[in-house]
């Protein structure tokens, strides 16, 4: 069965800093990666997923995110944080070779501080 | 617009009453699934259904019941409702050019 961990359940950063919210995950097969963002009192919003090819993929909001097969992680960064970033962030695997359960990470709270 | 869309968006019910949440989608999606968001536990897999005809427990699927009703729509049924089944119950659809939320269902058992 996959799992997603989010280590940090609070991420702060200064406004204009580059920030990186972390992922790793287990899979039997091959993975699929998701990055979903909730703005409070919203529903998810897709940002970006990889699925296979370039291991550094970009979304959406200037958001990116590298894809690492040795160390299974998939962490979100952004060069240059907002205030408008603030909110709570998901990381998400699909097993590519086994099935179709789609497990979510315990989600990250990112404050950026102006 | 082409999307997701949950029904109702808010119900407030009494202990032991039942209800069902309504999911349906025109994305041509074949996976479905149904989550619970809680606060700090993120969010959990209640039940999903990968095509047509087929649903399949997920981490969570106590006190629920599914039924995939054709390709577009996925129903979550609670039989009897629990003050523990307070939460917010998001469906997401897939993987067509890649997984979409509904707005949700914020639902309170009193």
């Known amino acids: 069965a996959q799992s997603v961990a989010q280590p940090e359940d609070q991420v702060n950063v200064a406004e204009g800093n580059p920030l990186t919210v972390k992922c790793t995950y287990s899979?039997?097969?091959?993975?699929?990666l998701f990055w979903y963002v909730q703005y409070p009192n919203r529903g998810l919003q897709f940002l970006l997923k990889y699925i296979t090819g370039d291991n550094l993929v970009k979304g959406s909001y200037g958001f990116e995110a590298e894809f690492n097969k040795s160390q299974t992680s998939f962490h979100l960064k952004k060069p240059s944080a907002l205030v408008s970033d603030s909110a709570l962030y998901f990381c998400a695997v699909r097993d590519y070779d086994y099935g179709q359960n789609f497990v979510f990470g315990p989600g990250t709270r990112l404050s950026v501080l102006p | 617009n082409a999307g997701v869309t949950q029904t109702p968006k808010f119900q407030v019910l009494k202990t032991g009453q039942s209800m069902t949440l309504q999911c349906a989608q025109d994305?041509?999606?074949?996976?479905m699934y149904w989550y619970r968001q809680d606060p700090g536990m993120g969010l959990r897999l209640i039940y999903y259904s990968a095509s047509e005809g087929t649903t399949d427990k997920g981490e969570v699927p106590n006190g629920y019941n599914v039924s995939r009703l054709n390709k577009r729509e996925f129903s979550l049924r609670l039989e009897s409702a629990a003050p523990s089944q307070t939460s917010v119950y998001f469906c997401l659809t897939g993987p067509n050019y890649g997984y979409t939320f509904g707005s949700g269902t914020r639902l309170t058992v009193v």
């Open positions: 899979v039997s097969g091959n993975p699929y």
């Open positions: 994305m041509n999606h074949n996976s």
